[in-house]
């Protein structure tokens, strides 16, 4: 069981590119999410899945979109990066244990936009 | 006001001491209650949930409190290792369960 794998690790970008970044989770969630983490700012949703085939938008979603692939995958995609994006980008995915509904985070990625 | 609040610290405390911490939250219809722990440039962790009667884990012992909307976790017999920040969490039944996460407060064991 890996869990919950992000891919990549870290990533440099120059302003105006685009990167998609990869998450998957192998513990059969239905809901999965994405959040960024800046210093002194905690974390924050940018967008979630409650289910396959629905996406919906947290806190922080401009300049994102997302696709949920299937029950495993999500994916956020940055279409034209800017310098405010520079962060560190965690998925993460939760079960429907009713009552209960805790995270499982991944590794997270890097991303320093120049 | 910030819809789930906590003291960002540092908390300095030595091996062996005894340290709590709180966590306020504004809405007065949340549903569940967890502590994470995050360390240093790591994903947060699931430490423990926190249930109405109280919840005791080994070393750590988490308390709700619905009345005074706040939620608290105590570390007894502090490691070194239990230096990290610890982030509390409250979901709110919006249809699909969306975590609130505090910011943090850090905890700091030294020898």
């Known amino acids: 069981n890996a869990g919950v794998t992000q891919t990549p690790k870290f990533q440099v970008l120059k302003t105006g590119q685009s990167m998609t970044l990869q998450c998957a989770q192998d513990?059969?969630?239905?809901?999965m999410y994405w959040y960024r983490q800046d210093p002194g700012m905690g974390l924050r949703l940018i967008y979630y899945s409650a289910s396959e085939g629905t996406t919906d938008k947290g806190e922080v979603p401009n300049g994102y979109n997302v696709s949920r692939l299937n029950k495993r995958e999500f994916s956020l995609r940055l279409e034209s990066a800017a310098p405010s994006q520079t962060s560190v980008y965690f998925c993460a995915s939760s079960g429907t244990r009713i009552g209960t509904y805790e995270q499982y985070f991944g590794p997270g990625t890097r991303l320093t936009v120049t | 006001r910030k819809e789930v609040e906590q003291d960002p610290g540092p908390f300095n405390v030595p091996e062996g001491a005894t340290v709590a911490f709180n966590c306020t939250y504004s809405?007065?219809?949340?549903?569940?209650f967890f502590w994470y722990r995050q360390d240093c440039r790591k994903e947060p962790k699931l430490l423990m949930s926190v249930y109405s009667s109280g919840n005791e884990d080994g070393r750590f012992t988490a308390q709700l409190n619905r009345a005074s909307q706040y939620i608290s976790l105590l570390i007894r017999d502090s490691k070194l290792s239990d230096s990290a920040t610890y982030l509390c969490?409250?979901?709110?039944?919006?249809?699909?369960?969306?975590?609130?996460f505090g910011r943090g407060t850090s905890l700091i064991v030294h020898p």
């Open positions: 513990m059969n969630h239905n809901s």
């Open positions: 969490v409250v979901n709110d039944q919006r249809g699909s369960y969306i975590p609130t």
């Open positions: 809405n007065s219809a949340s549903q569940s």
